[in-house]
């Protein structure tokens, strides 16, 4: 059987993440430092929307290794309660959506794309 887990993103900055996407209604759940050898590696930071299972891992490295954040990421999609106060609390981080809210067809849902502090790219609606 298969069971779908997590989806992760590497960061470099874990506070203003974890502002970011606490903001989205996501709450922080653990942190997992890895460690090989002795040596402190990455540590692992682990959200996910309170009533669900599945998770978002953000991963930063804390051994000096760098990474390229590219701009392939795609995006992860998420609905919340509110648009407009979330788009709102967003704002206050001083993070504006990619465009103004709009409806990919007549009647849909409103969405609009965000980026987190790493600049990737999501998806809200």
């Known amino acids: 059987m298969t069971r779908y887990l997590h989806t992760m993103y590497r960061i470099v900055d874990p506070e ?9 209604g996501f709450e922080f759940r653990r942190e ?14 682990f959200f996910g929307v309170p009533g669900q299972d599945e998770e978002l891992e953000l991963t930063w490295n804390t051994d000096g290794r760098g990474y390229e954040m590219g701009t392939a990421y ?6 919340v309660d509110d648009l407009d106060e979330t788009l709102a609390a967003l ?4 993070i ?5 809210p709009y409806r990919v067809r007549e009647g849909g849902s409103r969405l609009w794309f ?5 600049r990737k790219l999501t998806s809200v609606n």
Do not use: C, M, W
Request: net charge negative; aromatic share 6%.
């Open 16 to 24: 203003k993440s974890r502002t970011f996407y606490e903001a989205l």
């Open 32 to 45: 997992l430092p890895i460690v090989r050898e002795g040596n402190h590696e990455a540590t692992n930071y």
């Open 74 to 79: 795609g995006h992860i999609a998420i609905r």
């Open 91 to 94: 704002r206050e981080q001083g």
């Open 96 to 100: 504006e959506p990619e465009r103004e």
């Open 114 to 118: 965000v980026r987190d502090p790493d």
